[in-house]
């Protein structure tokens, strides 16, 4: 984005360089004052947007930055919101988001969904989303494969924020509550393929119990969460853990299969 304001500017100073000659004997250094002018008062503009630490940042960038992660995106929750069920405002929607059944959706207040997201909604409840839930990029939400069995619906509650990649496999109810951080990479399935008397596991036919993350639960990068897991409040799971059975509130567990620590 800076790049885009000095070319413009660099534009105009070819034009206006020769005209200053005649007024300044320096056109050059009349252009970088103003340029320096301008800069500064951008900076001042955008100031009561900062948060404290960026003050040594140049005020074009952090003008390019606003206009990416908020302008834009919000520009396409504006476009979006019409075809959701429910949406709070504002929603912020990153470059090829592809929304299957929009109408099953319902979303709060300043909720973020990142670039490359892909949500299958068509389920029974729908998948909702609390106030200020982040999804970042390239995750992948799954409600169902076929038309002929729709997975039950997710909710996920205000203040969560879901990692880079994630995969939500909703078949069974998947339930995340409020005020939780999901790592890069994991993977909640809600659903289990049958097994036969003889061992052997079915193509087609899926038990589904659901997933339910209590609130304020840390699930660190690359976990998987499997069907029937039940987790309480503030639990804490280590990265790259298989959860193949519940634990109570207030557990740190890690490992392949998880144990309580």
Not at 33 to 49: A, I, K, P, S
Not at 90 to 105: A, I
């Amino acid at each position: 984005m800076r790049n885009v304001f000095i070319n413009c500017l660099n534009g105009c100073a070819s034009t206006f360089r020769p005209l200053t000659k005649g007024i300044c004997p320096d056109g050059n250094a009349l252009w970088t004052e103003l340029m320096v002018q301008f800069d500064e008062g951008l900076r001042r503009y955008l100031g009561r947007f900062r948060n404290q630490g960026t003050s040594n940042v140049p005020a074009s960038v952090l003008l390019g930055w606003y206009l990416r992660k908020g302008f834009f995106p919000g520009l396409r929750g504006l476009l979006k919101t019409p075809f959701l069920r429910s949406a709070g405002s504002p929603l912020f929607v990153g470059r090829g988001v592809r929304l299957s059944y929009p109408s099953k959706v319902v979303v709060g207040s300043s909720c973020a969904i990142g670039a490359n997201v892909i949500i299958n909604a068509f389920s029974v409840e729908g998948v909702v989303l609390g106030d200020r839930v982040t999804i970042r990029e390239n995750g992948w939400i799954q409600c169902s494969s076929h038309p002929s069995n729709p997975g039950v619906g997710l909710a996920i509650g205000s203040n969560t924020y879901i990692g880079p990649s994630v995969i939500l496999g909703v078949g069974g109810k998947l339930a995340i509550g409020k005020d939780c951080q999901i790592g890069a990479g994991c993977t909640f399935i809600s659903e289990n393929h049958q097994v036969d008397e003889d061992g052997v596991a079915s193509a087609s036919e899926v038990e589904r119990i659901g997933i339910t993350i209590g609130d304020g639960c840390w699930i660190g990068h690359r976990a998987s969460i499997l069907d029937g897991v039940i987790l309480g409040e503030n639990c804490i799971v280590g990265a790259g853990a298989v959860v193949t059975r519940s634990f109570p509130a207030g557990s740190k567990i890690a490992g392949v299969p998880a144990r309580a620590l």
